[in-house]
């Protein structure tokens, strides 16, 4: 995600970090390119290609826009939907950091058992951060867990449904022996449930994306139309043509990559959700939470870009 003030007139136009437009600069030089050819063809031999009207061009150039407009607010909802999830996240967190003081001794001391918990919480933080933006956490959660389970956590095929099931026993074992009542418990057991909803809803947004018909539409109709419309503008534009249609060029194609990149919020790229910073906030907290005295180091951007 880009964190940066807002820039002056003058920066405006020079800012490149979290800009599109490296992406889509090898295409606005074709169209310009094209749109120069054009012309050239138009201004030097006049009889070589047919004359076009530009209205239907400008009629069809509204109607695309709002196509992807469309597409984009589409975009949009599941990098907000992406914050939300991750929001809630931290907020459990935060809960059963308080709520398992219940399992602390009554001289206010820690247990063993909670801090067990909040560490397999941590892991699960790490855990799901492996599984939407894969990376060099697994060392860092083996390291969270005792022996077995981090042996069941490399062999599943559901890393993080293990911790929670871990979890669970934790909670189970300490009913059990007395340390805390059924509805103790149930308070306890429903904030795991919430985590376990958090890894649900996260993969609901990374395995369906949206619909391919639709983006495919969008983005043959904006090839299509880009790539014809110094025919139908260069009779009447003359040479401004080129730099008309490649700034049209940047307008189109710069809505459709920003929306390929707010499709996919967990995704290493710098305008995708910072869940790698969340992560590194909720080890934070919780390590707070059980008094650990030396915490990791808060995120911050590198370069404008918090990942």
């Known amino acids: 995600m880009i964190v940066r003030p807002r820039p002056h007139l003058l920066e405006l136009f020079f800012i490149i970090k979290g800009s599109i437009v490296l992406r889509i600069m090898p295409l606005m030089v074709f169209v310009a390119t094209l749109s120069a050819a054009v012309v050239s063809l138009y201004t030097f031999r006049p009889d070589w290609l047919p004359r076009f009207d530009g209205g239907p061009f400008a009629l069809l150039g509204i109607t695309l826009s ?70 060099d956490q697994l060392p860092k959660i083996t390291r969270l867990l005792p022996a077995d389970i981090a042996s069941a956590f490399t062999q599943s095929r559901n890393p993080p449904e293990v911790i929670l099931r871990a979890m669970e026993r934790i909670l189970i074992e300490a009913l059990r022996e007395g340390h805390i009542q059924p509805i103790q418990f149930n308070l306890l057991e429903e904030l795991i449930q919430k985590l376990a909803l958090t890894q649900a809803a996260c993969e609901r947004i990374q395995n369906t994306p949206i619909p391919f018909g639709y983006t495919l539409l969008l983005h043959r109709t904006a090839y299509t139309f880009c790539f014809l419309m110094p025919f139908g503008f260069a009779n009447t534009l003359g040479w401004a043509t080129p730099f008309v249609t490649a700034l049209a060029a940047y307008t189109l194609f710069g809505l459709d990559a920003l929306g390929n990149e707010l499709e996919e919020p967990f995704a290493p790229i710098a305008n995708a959700f910072p869940i790698n910073a969340l992560t590194d906030l909720i080890e934070i907290e919780l390590r707070e939470a059980l008094g650990d005295e030396v915490l990791p180091a808060a995120p911050v951007p590198k370069e404008f870009v918090l990942m």
Do not use: V
């Not at 809960?95 to 699960?124: F, K, M, T, V």
């Open 66 to 135: 709002i196509f992807l407009a469309f597409r984009n607010n589409a975009c949009y909802e599941r990098w907000w939907e992406a914050r939300k999830i991750w929001g809630e996240f931290m907020l459990t967190a935060r809960n059963l950091a308080r709520l398992s003081q219940i399992l602390d001794p009554q001289d206010g001391s820690l247990s063993p058992s909670r801090r067990q918990l909040l560490e397999h919480n941590i892991a699960y933080a790490h855990a799901l951060l492996l599984q939407l933006r894969p990376g």
